[in-house]
């Protein structure tokens, strides 16, 4: 299990999860967002929704499924 699987495990929350647990998809307010395990243990997410598709790179799986859940919760487009 990838640290990425084992944070949204940790967070206990539903995700779609792809490429041997390096990305995952959750469903947030408005917007589907989206988190990968890139290369030496860093994280990006972006959120499918207006305003919001920009990537932003983190440190540490949950921050980064936080980060992306927020961005997909706040007020869309």
């Known amino acids: 299990m990838t640290r990425l ?3 949204v495990h940790a967070l206990g929350l539903d995700a779609e ?3 041997g647990g390096r990305l995952v998809r959750l ?3 408005h917007a589907l967002v989206y988190v990968v395990e890139a ?3 860093s994280y990006y997410t972006w959120c499918d929704g207006p305003g919001e598709r920009a990537v932003q790179f983190y440190s540490a799986p949950a921050e980064a499924i936080r980060a992306g859940l927020g961005r997909a919760t ?3 487009g």
């Open 17 to 19: 999860v792809d490429l």
């Open 74 to 76: 706040g007020p869309s």
């Open 5 to 7: 699987v084992e944070a």
């Open 27 to 29: 469903q947030g307010a």
């Open 39 to 41: 290369a030496q243990g």
